[in-house]
């Protein structure tokens, strides 16, 4: 289905109930059973087992990051149009993708999904040579069918299957529906017609869809789980019957008990191989159960964090006047830089529990505004609503006495929480992985003359084919006055206008130009003026070392960023940002920092009306950011001078009063 380009609107954040309901969905359509362990373990904590084990499940199916977007494509010899739904997010540790797309109000899930999921829908299997023809959207024939029958017993007509080639039994390349019941087949030899209708396979364009423009991500050697070979129901059961009796007799003739050595791996000591200053592995369990957090937890681990975060600074910064810090901080600099990479986010489970919008205050402003009242800190209220830190009482004994306790080591990019890593990362603004943070840019402006221009150019052995910077057509200009004498000899600012120049500049349209040829004379600057008017305008961005010579120059005028900060769902305020990529920079790159520099969520969607032969990303930040938008593309060498921004929340009147 997808094997042409569909056209895909920006994408928006799941709202938190519309994910549970998608995943909820998921789950019943699927037949996904409740881990067992898991049931368990609320059972251990006098929990609700459903609530335990429906969130890690959710998370899983549908993580806490989701997008959605409507699609159009068409497919088929007919071109038949059709539409529907994607829903795109990313894992921690890995890069946005999309993971399920509804079409008829049906979920289906990408190869993306089935390779973190086992067992999900039904696997077929068919030859590596039939297998390349399917992930070019050909159908899967019923004699293309192998190691069967018989075939899944849930591969019956309608319903979602995988299908994987032999050479790779436990990795599904392509997803289909079925067009027969191939579990009631009895042989495939010979028969005739479709089984499978593919609609989607490694390869296509929603396999290959990123909004950081990153090749689909290759498929794996092997995945556990998947190519299960199926035992007989009666020799399963006599398999279950059979026992292991402890005979002393065994024992004697030098046997080891079952139970002794159990015994002895249960009095072992757990092993704490950590030291302090050492990193634990990321979501290295550590002791903890993998559970999500309770609220009162998540505010515990929040309030820790932040404590911990003020005492490694204090200790990595004595002797600085103010700690080395420059107040007043923006609230959303003291959550990226105190508390984000200081949360103890050791599973998965943690990693989806310690987000700020969990705890009892909800926003940054109210956790701030705790701090403030137990004295840790002094705030400020500012216009906008947003709240600034003024001063960190360093003295409290709350930050003297605090004893360190060991963090997750974050060794990859893209975690959707932002926590853990000690801070390294985020408290040094460093992203190792975006290669525009510290570029040097170089913004020109080229003029291309009209062939109307030739005659004063190739006075001076200049093409009009060529571009050129302001400063050189000034000085060809210059040059082909003197060479034909036409200074004025009563004021030398003034220059006499020659056929030449009166035909190629002053065209006689306007009653400006009929005044100016109707004297004989035009000041120098306004000359030069109206022949860089009469030029084409070009366009380079140069980047560190790169020259004119090596970069082709782009028509039009130069671009802007453009920052525009909205009123979206009734009072709340977003932030848009467009047009980075003519600046070397990665949108998705952007947004991660965003992310965590705002302590708020962020989307990557195609901008509106953009062409889809060249798209243009656009951003999305919750709240009022410009201030941290600008300091971060100021990171990547953008000036100032080329963001233009829009504040669409202050109304007309005060947009012109401003």
């Not at 020109?444 to 001076?460: D, M, Q, V």
């Not at 990557?604 to 951003?619: A, D, F, T, W």
Request: glycine content about 8%.
């Amino acid at each position: 289905m997808f094997k042409k380009k569909p056209n895909i609107k920006p994408l928006a954040p799941l709202r938190s109930s519309d994910r549970r309901k998608l995943a909820d969905q998921i789950i019943k359509d699927f037949d996904i059973e409740v881990p067992r362990n898991v049931e368990e373990q609320g059972d251990r904590n006098n929990e609700p087992s459903s609530a335990l084990s429906l969130g890690g499940l959710r998370n899983s199916l549908m993580p806490e990051n989701a997008l959605s977007a409507r699609f159009n494509t068409t497919t088929g010899p007919d071109l038949k149009q059709v539409s529907g739904t994607v829903y795109a997010g990313a894992h921690p540790g890995e890069e946005q993708r999309i993971l399920w797309f509804k079409i008829e109000e049906r979920l289906i899930p990408t190869v993306y999904t089935l390779w973190r999921h086992p067992q999900l829908v039904p696997l077929l299997y068919t030859p590596e040579a039939v297998s390349n023809k399917l992930r070019s959207g050909a159908p899967l024939m019923t004699p293309g069918l192998a190691r069967g029958p018989p075939f899944p017993s849930k591969a019956t007509k309608d319903s979602i299957v995988a299908i994987a080639s032999l050479n790779k039994p436990s990795v599904p390349m392509v997803v289909g529906i079925c067009e027969i019941d191939v579990a009631s087949l009895q042989q495939v030899q010979g028969a005739k017609g479709h089984a499978v209708r593919g609609e989607h396979w490694d390869g296509d364009e929603i396999w290959a869809w990123s909004p950081a423009g990153k090749p689909g991500r290759s498929a794996p050697e092997h995945i556990e789980g998947w190519d299960v070979d199926t035992i007989d129901t009666s020799l399963r059961e006599d398999v279950e019957q059979l026992t292991i009796e402890d005979d002393d007799d065994d024992a004697e003739e030098g046997g080891v008990s079952l139970s002794q050595e159990a015994e002895q791996h249960t009095r072992l000591e757990p092993r704490n191989e950590f030291v302090e200053g050492e990193n634990a592995r990321p979501y290295e369990l550590a002791g903890e159960e993998d559970k999500e957090l309770s609220p009162k937890e998540t505010d515990d681990a929040f309030w820790k964090a932040f404590i911990y975060g003020v005492h490694h600074h204090q200790n990595t910064h004595k002797g600085d006047p103010h700690q080395g810090l420059n107040f007043p901080i923006n609230q959303s600099l003291v959550i990226s830089n105190f508390v984000l990479p200081y949360l103890p986010i050791y599973t998965p489970a943690q990693a989806a529990s310690l987000h700020l919008k969990k705890t009892s205050w909800k926003n940054a402003k109210k956790f701030i505004k705790a701090l403030d009242k137990q004295k840790l800190l002094k705030s400020k209220d500012r216009d906008g609503g947003e709240c600034v830190v003024l001063d960190i009482d360093f003295d409290d004994e709350r930050f003297t006495s605090f004893k360190p306790y060991k963090l997750p080591k974050r060794e990859t990019q893209g975690a959707e929480s932002g926590g853990g890593g000690g801070g390294n990362i985020i408290a040094a603004g460093e992203f190792p992985s975006d290669d525009s943070i510290g570029q040097k840019l170089q913004k020109i402006n080229l003029f291309r003359p009209k062939e109307a221009l030739s005659p004063i150019f190739e006075a001076s052995n200049a093409s009009v084919k060529a571009l050129y910077l302001p400063t050189e057509l000034r000085q060809i200009i210059a040059s082909y006055i003197e060479s034909e004498d036409l200074i004025s000899d009563k004021n030398k600012r003034l220059v006499n206008l020659n056929p030449i120049l009166a035909n190629a500049v002053f065209d006689g349209n306007s009653s400006l130009d009929r005044e100016v040829v109707a004297k004989g004379s035009v000041p120098r600057d306004a000359l030069i003026d109206r022949i860089l008017q009469a030029c084409s305008p070009f366009w380079v961005i140069l980047r560190n070392n790169e020259t004119r010579e090596t970069v082709k120059a782009k028509s039009g005028n130069a671009p802007k960023i453009q920052i525009i900060l909205e009123t979206r769902s009734g009072n709340k305020i977003a932030t848009k940002l467009s047009g980075v990529e003519g600046f070397h920079i990665n949108p998705q790159s952007l947004a991660e920092e965003l992310q965590k520099a705002c302590a708020s969520s962020t989307s990557v969607g195609q901008l509106m009306g953009s062409s889809p032969k060249n798209p243009v990303q656009e951003i999305m930040v919750q709240g009022p950011q410009k201030d941290a938008v600008v300091k971060a593309l100021e990171k990547r060498g953008v000036n100032r001078h080329w963001i233009e921004v829009l504040d669409k929340t202050k109304g007309k009147k005060k947009r012109d009063a401003a």
